[in-house]
């Protein structure tokens, strides 16, 4: 995934942002076809659906907001920002998913959120307003990964990323569709790379999150 957003403000100097995740999702997509078309059976029957069409809305929120803060601050404050997620995961996961968390991991997901807090600033009269658009996306990264934590309970990892690509597809292709720009070969390039990272990595993360806690895994970003 750190290998995505860096890739994803390289091609943000030539496209916008809506169109890249568009072409990104279209090429992981298809080049995780293989792979769908192998599990097509539970994909076929999906148990948890409306549990997948809401992780993907939130999913869309969240790489929007991430994304579009990478393209304007830089890209070591947006991560920074990002790990804020930690803490939100963390309390929802102790709300809803009934996981045990200690006075160890909230210490730690404290401190780590003391940290967003001195690099957003909120209290030296010049906010960053994409500092807050990356803080918002945390929120919403929160609830998608928290909802991939029920809906994994219910369907498998290709089922899960499979209906969260069509709904990414489907919420961004208007808007990619109205700021279409001509895409170079060598943006082209990094975007078939970016796709393969990011397939790469979303096939792993989900499958941690069907088989261990989130609030056990979600630290790891730090």
């Known amino acids: 995934f750190t290998a995505t957003g860096v ?9 916008p942002l809506l169109q890249i995740l568009f072409l990104r999702q279209l090429i992981a997509l298809a080049m995780m076809a293989p792979l769908f078309w192998r599990h097509r059976n539970q ?11 809401l992780r993907g809305c939130a999913a869309v929120v969240s790489m929007i907001c991430g994304n579009a803060a990478t393209i304007y601050i830089p890209f070591a404050d947006v991560t920074a920002i990002q790990m804020s997620e930690v803490l939100f995961i963390t309390a929802l996961a102790a709300m809803f998913l009934g996981e045990k968390v200690g006075w160890r991991r909230w210490s730690a997901t404290a401190v780590g959120f003391i940290g967003v807090i001195v690099m957003i600033r909120p209290f030296s009269g010049s906010v960053e307003v994409f500092a807050l658009v990356a803080l918002f996306g945390s929120v919403f990264g929160a609830i998608s990964v928290v909802t991939l934590r029920f809906g994994s309970r219910l369907d498998t990892a290709e089922t899960v990323i499979f209906f969260q690509s069509l709904i990414v597809l489907a919420c961004t292709a208007p808007f990619a569709y109205w700021v279409w720009t001509p895409v170079t070969l060598d943006v082209i390039a990094v975007i078939t790379l970016m796709s393969v990272s990011f397939a790469v990595g979303n096939l792993f993360f989900t499958n941690a999150f069907r088989l261990g806690n989130a609030s056990s895994i979600v630290p790891l970003q730090y």
Do not use: D, Q, V
């Open 7 to 15: 890739m994803m403000r390289y091609a943000a100097h030539t496209l």
């Open 43 to 53: 994909i076929l029957h999906p148990e948890g659906f409306r549990l997948h069409a």
